[in-house]
């Protein structure tokens, strides 16, 4: 029946569009023995480190100056390989003017040589020669701080540990810089200290910031490294989350966009060195001490969303509240794990709500345009951060929508998300509740992004027009049209075997 | 008489015959809808999840049939139980259930409806048992003219208790879609017998092969019919019908029910199925004779029977004694006998009397799950007997023989159900059409009748004043109301009380009225799924097997299968003796975590410490020697657990592992066992071969990790107290009498 409707709607619908900005990331290979030119000169470099969370989060502030004779616009960025895969958001802004947008980044294959990899920059207009420019730089480290030492009692204190250089890796000739760490306590057993290199004690504190530098390293070779180590108490959960899988469901014919998040968490932190001790885990909660393990996750919901679920493989978890909130709050989903997620364990579970879809589409004044902004990712709301290593977002659009368009909205700030040339992006068809061409669906597939994405809205835009409304009703319309008939015609068949 | 009323022109006529019949399917619908409705309590209560303990297996077995599709599952050597034997699950199972429920799924998904598989099984009981109250209606209209009988069967069929029992969403097991297999094959066999159609015969055959596909309990049908035309043929009413009709359900139904591999030969190996053979070879005589009688005079007729008789009952007999003796045909199995001899299981097979299901029927159960049915069913059963047609003889001998049977076992309460609503509503039905219909008999007849015989009593002359007074008429219909709404509200109180709970999930109220769900259970399997590698195995107490399966998704040691008992007796060794002994059984067998029940903080009666003692029963029948139930209890014969316990109860691996750090949660020397009511010892058991891995919020579940050998080769007892700081014990030293060392 379904074959027979869909072939003839197939003849009445309109040629599906094919997608329209469909990007799948691309890297520059580079010669194994790239070294990039010598052309610009970082005047100064202030580096602000933060590990106030659960993963580290830098914003690198630079003056550029343009040292060759002729005007250059790629500037290059250097990671080591093995730290590019967990640079998230990574995201390059004009200083003096942060509104006029980001930069366009590409990013290159790792240099054989050299085990680096770089972000190239480019400028949106050359830099003239002897000109300064001052970029802004932000990113964070996934899974950058290690627990050390790596198994602690079930009650003990957490201590994390990261180590960097105190001489900010560039390409490039750097005359002064310095590092601000800020650590979320003043519990620091250990940290390296230089002799030397400036005139007074290096690290200099003030509470829980560590400021190295400044440093006059103008006969520094770039590329050199000052290994700086740091470890200190955070008694907190580091919650990664492997895997999200985000699905976003329009539906017109509902009024109702459906939102559904499947997680794979695990909690990085410290593991334990005996087993789980639901006796000291009762006292422990009792007392509201401090831990490493995930006790509960708070996630605020956008205003006006209903029939929030919890689930996992083998159902509903019983242990959450939803605070369903006024129109202008929003709700509240807190959820409490199954179990409390000590460092090393996993917890894999479901969450879905939905909204009303009139606050999220618009019609365009083209009649059968519409507009749909919506939440790249939402994403419980912790003091210690998530840190998402891959997310795939699934935009489910009604059947029949072509000409579809996404843009990631910029703000004069960073979004957390990478350039959207790093974003991979599908068109596929689902077919799902009795389709006969299945619904246009957008996927968007991301890596090492962190809970500071949470703020990020996604615009789609598509053509949907009546024939596309009606297609379905017409559809189970046709079905059942031919099963009534069906019967009609096997009911009028005489198979008896009686002489008539 | 209103004969002017609107309401006849559409009841009566050809126009009010089809009034009456959409009136029909619509109140048949109505009560497939309550029959559907009235199961749900658990999802609207709960939510959409899969009950009890054997259902998690047939949810399993499903998802493997959906995933794998048919072939895969057919030849599913299942290893992850029963480690390390496994087991041949495709052969050993009833798949009906499974692919009635993956067709379904297949069906939903070729019309892209997103379902979920686990929301199929889910809701498959009640589905069926709205089919059911269909086919209770067909059957019922088989054996009454009146048709209100067949619409009261239905109704009565929808919400009794005693299906619902066994039928509620969730409850995702074989009876689920047996029972609307044993009416509907039921209903056929009447039609068939009664029309002496191939036809019939041929589609009573179809579905009693789906019914052998589905459920162990055919061999109730099996039975049953033999037996039916078997007192048929006693009470001298063969006819070509009873042949024909029987002839080609026995073949075409034994050749179905072959094609199944759990079955396989065993219709015609099995003694279970040795009557519908002897019917078939009995029937197949008497056809012969009935065809010889009519070319032979009386008297040599008479002689031929004789002989014959004599000659085929000694055949008969003699090889089945043979076959019986020489091993080819089986001898009868453990739960046959317990139907005849209660007392059979608790002596021979303690792991058959352990299954409380498997317990002789409490009379007050009767009418918690039939209510006034129990009461209207020998009036019912007695009216058969009036018009005893061959259809009521079938009435009256699965109303007997299915009587007994659930006097037996708790759990075949479940087949009574049907002929008791069947009677009840014959019973009924006679009751309303006398005194509903408004009818009186005509007066000037009357008076005629009262003329010819004038000297009959004086209360009979004025036959209006009798039942067919209005006095009367609303006396008998009100308290029929009544009982009626009385059996409503009974079977919701029953279905919502009794039979709602899935009980993976234990609901509590909080004090200020809200819900409060208990979820120990899902919390420790789940920690099994997400926190230990893919082929941990789990050893636990059979119970547990299939959940284990199901929602922790592990290799199990032993589950609801029982096939096995050496291998339940060893899990059960292991749990009832000490750990020196238990560590090697553990190490043998590669368990990685022990899971044991404990209901001691909340007071939860169904822990393993509570069913230790049928452990200790199941070893005891492998190693006498070893494992001793009189151990277990102390020396007046109580069966304790605080100071009073005995040392081989104390060293139990079970007791240990219940116990293990309880005492910590209270104030020293206070901590209470609340589920037994007693005090624990003071001072907590010391585990030395394994370590608690993990404890649910309300420690209901504790898991156990076995221990690996120790790296510095001593034995776990002497690590363990080097850990702790203590002095290495000394090799028992005796302290004697000082004596000059003399070498």
């Known amino acids: ?69 002729k005007p250059q616009s790629d500037y290059y960025v250097p990671f080591p390989a093995d730290v590019f895969e967990r640079v998230g958001g990574f995201e390059v802004r004009d200083k003096k003017a942060p509104q006029q947008g980001r930069f366009e980044v590409t990013v290159t294959e790792p240099v054989a040589s050299s085990e680096t990899q770089y972000f190239i920059v480019h400028f949106p207009e050359p830099l003239a020669p002897k000109s300064q420019l001052t970029l802004g730089i932000s990113y964070s480290l996934l899974s950058s701080l290690s627990p050390l030492p790596a198994t602690i009692n079930q009650n003990e204190k957490q201590y994390l540990s990261y180590r960097f250089s105190a001489y900010v890796p560039s390409a490039y000739q750097t005359l002064t810089q310095k590092t601000k760490l ?62 999200l899988e985000r699905d976003l469901e329009v539906s017109h014919w509902g009024g109702n966009l459906a939102t559904e998040e499947r997680y794979w968490l695990r909690n990085n932190a410290s593991q334990l060195t005996n087993q789980f001790s639901r006796v000291e885990w009762t ?73 009303n879809l009139s606050s999220f589409l618009r019609k365009t004044a083209n009649a059968d345009s519409y507009v749909l902004k919506v939440p790249f990712i ?55 509740y009795m389709d006969t061409l299945g619904r246009t669906t957008l996927t968007l597939e991301v890596d090492s992004v962190t809970d500071e994405a949470r703020d990020s809205q996604l615009i789609v835009t598509y053509d949907h027009t009546l024939m596309d409304a009606l297609r379905k009703p017409l559809t189970i319309f046709g079905g059942l049209l031919a099963v009534f008939f069906g019967i009609w015609s096997v009911g009028n068949l005489d198979v008896s075997i009686k002489k008539r | 008489m209103a004969q002017s009323s609107p309401l006849d022109i559409v009841l009566k006529g050809s126009s009010g015959q089809s009034t009456r019949g959409l009136l029909r399917i619509i109140i048949l619908l109505t009560i497939a809808a309550a029959a559907v409705a009235s199961r749900l309590f658990s999802v609207i209560r709960f939510e959409s999840i899969i009950h009890e303990f054997d259902p998690w297996f047939n949810f399993r077995a499903t998802k493997y049939l959906v995933q794998n599709g048919f072939y895969s599952f057919w030849d599913w050597f299942d290893d992850r139980t029963w480690h390390p034997l496994g087991r041949v699950t495709g052969g050993t199972l009833y798949p009906g259930l499974m692919v009635t429920s993956g067709v379904i799924y297949h069906i939903l998904r070729f019309l892209t409806i997103p379902v979920d598989i686990r929301n199929v099984c889910v809701l498959l009981a009640p589905g069926f048992s709205g089919l059911t109250a269909l086919a209770m209606y067909l059957l019922t209209c088989e054996m009454s003219t009146s048709p209100s009988a067949g619409l009261l069967a239905a109704a009565f069929m929808g919400i009794a208790p005693g299906y619902i029992s066994r039928s509620v969403a969730g409850s995702y097991d074989n009876e689920a879609i047996a029972i609307f297999l044993l009416v509907f094959t039921f209903f056929l066999w009447i039609k068939a017998v009664k029309n002496g159609s191939i036809m019939w015969g041929a589609l009573t055959a179809l579905f009693y092969g789906y019914m052998v596909s589905a459920w162990g309990g055919y061999v109730f049908i099996t039975n049953l019919i033999p037996l039916h035309v078997f007192v048929l043929l006693c009470m001298g009413r063969y006819s070509s019908r009873v042949y024909i009709s029987y002839t080609t359900w026995y073949a075409l139904g034994t050749l179905g029910s072959m094609q199944i591999p759990f079955v396989g030969f065993l219709p015609i190996r099995n003694s279970d199925h040795m009557s519908a053979l002897g019917v078939f070879g009995l029937i197949q005589l008497v056809a012969f004779a009935e065809f010889v009688r009519g070319f032979l005079p009386g008297k040599q007729f008479q002689k031929l029977l004789t002989a014959m008789v004599l000659l085929t009952f000694g055949l008969g007999f003699g090889g089945l004694v043979l076959l ?28 058959i009397a352990s299954v409380s299901e498997h317990q002789p029927t409490a009379w007050p159960a009767f009418f918690f799950d039939l209510n006034f049915l129990i009461w209207l069913f020998p009036a019912g059963v007695f009216m058969c007997f009036q018009k005893l047609k061959d259809e009521h003889v079938f009435v009256i001998i699965y109303a007997v023989l299915a009587s007994y049977f659930a006097g037996v076992m708790v759990r075949l309460m479940l087949t009574l159900t049907p002929i008791v609503c069947v009677a009840a509503a014959l019973a009924l039905s006679s009751i309303l059409d006398s005194f509903l219909t408004m009818g009186r008999p005509d007066p000037e007849a009357l008076a005629n009748a009262g003329a010819e015989d004038s000297k009959t009593l004086r209360s009979t002359s004025k036959p209006v004043v009798g039942i067919y007074s209005f006095f009367s008429k609303l006396t008998v219909s009100a308290s029929v109301t009544v009982y009626l709404l009385l059996f409503v509200s009974h ?47 789990i050893m636990s107490w059979w119970d547990y097997g299939y959940q284990i399966g199901g929602m922790a998704d592990r290799p199990t040691l032993v589950d609801n299968n029982t096939w096995n008992n050496t291998h339940i007796a060893t899990v059960g060794k292991a749990m009832s003796s000490r750990e020196e002994v238990s560590y090697p059984i553990l190490r043998q067998h590669d368990v990685d975590y022990v899971l044991v029940v404990f209901g001691g903080l909340l007071g939860y009666s169904g822990d393993d410490l509570n069913k230790f003692l049928w452990m200790v029963r199941i070893a005891e029948g492998i190693w006498p ?85 120790d790296n510095f080769g001593r034995d776990h007892s002497n690590a363990v107290s080097f850990d702790k700081g203590l002095k290495r014990k000394r090799a028992a030293k005796k302290k004697g009498p000082r004596v000059l060392r003399t070498e």
């Not at chain 2, 624990?680 to 156990?704: C, D, G, H, K």
């Open chain 2, 324 to 351: 019986s003796v020489s091993g080819i045909i089986a001898p009868w199995s453990g739960r046959f006998y317990s139907l005849w001899d209660t007392g059979y299981a608790k002596i021979h097979i303690p792991i």
């Open chain 1, 378 to 432: 939402q994403g419980p709301k912790m003091a210690e951060g998530v840190q998402y290593e891959h997310v795939v977002l699934r935009v489910v659009l009604p059947e029949g929508a072509h000409n579809v368009r996404y843009e990631i909205l910029e703000g004069t700030t960073s979004n957390g998300l990478p350039g959207q040339n790093q974003i991979n992006a599908t068109f596929s068809s689902l077919k799902t």
């Open chain 1, 1 to 69: 029946m379904r074959f027979f409707t869909a072939t003839v709607l197939g003849l009445l619908a309109p040629s599906l569009a094919a997608a329209t900005n469909a990007t799948t990331p691309f890297r520059v290979a580079l010669p194994s023995d790239f070294k990039p030119a010598q052309v610009f000169q970082n005047t100064n470099v202030v580096r602000n480190t933060n590990l106030e969370k659960s993963y580290a989060r830098e914003t690198v502030n630079l003056v550029v100056e343009n040292i060759d004779k």
């Open chain 1, 283 to 355: 006292f422990a909660s009792y007392q509201k001490a401090p831990t490493c393990a995930v006790r509960e996750l708070t996630y605020p919901l956008l205003p006006g969303s209903v029939d929030a679920y919890f689930i996992d493989d083998i159902g509903n978890v019983s242990t959450s509240r939803y605070r369903p909130g006024t129109a202008k709050t929003g709700a509240n989903l807190e959820f409490k794990p199954r179990y409390p997620i000590f460092g090393g364990w996993n917890y894999s579970f479901k969450l879905g709500w939905n909204n």
């Open chain 2, 491 to 537: 079977c919701t109180w029953v279905t919502s009380n009794a039979y709602s709970s899935p009980s993976v999930v234990l609901a509590s109220r909080l004090p200020d009225g809200s819900q409060h769900i208990i979820d120990d259970y899902r919390e420790a399997y789940y920690w099994l799924r997400q926190n230990t590698p893919d082929n941990a195995k």
């Open chain 2, 625 to 709: 020697d070893e494992v001793k139930e009189r151990d277990f209890f102390t020396s007046r014969g109580e069966y304790r657990v605080d100071d009073e316990a005995t040392p081989t109860m104390r060293n139990s691996l079970m007791y240990k592992m219940s116990y293990y750090n309880y005492q910590s949660l209270f104030p020293a020397g206070q901590a209470v066992d609340r589920v037994r009511g007693s005090r624990v010892p003071a001072e907590s058991p010391q585990l030395n071969t394994l370590e608690e891995a993990f404890t649910s919020e309300n420690w209901i579940i504790r898991i156990f990790k076995v221990k690996d050998l």
């Open chain 1, 182 to 243: 800020k650590l979320p306590t003043t519990d620091v057993p250990e940290y390296t200290t230089t002799q030397g290199l400036k005139s007074g004690a290096d690290p200099e504190r003030k509470g829980a910031t560590y400021t190295y530098g400044p440093y006059d390293t103008a006969k520094v070779a770039p590329g050199t490294e000052l290994p700086v180590f740091v470890r200190y108490e955070y008694t907190h959960p580091v919650i990664t989350v492997n895997l």
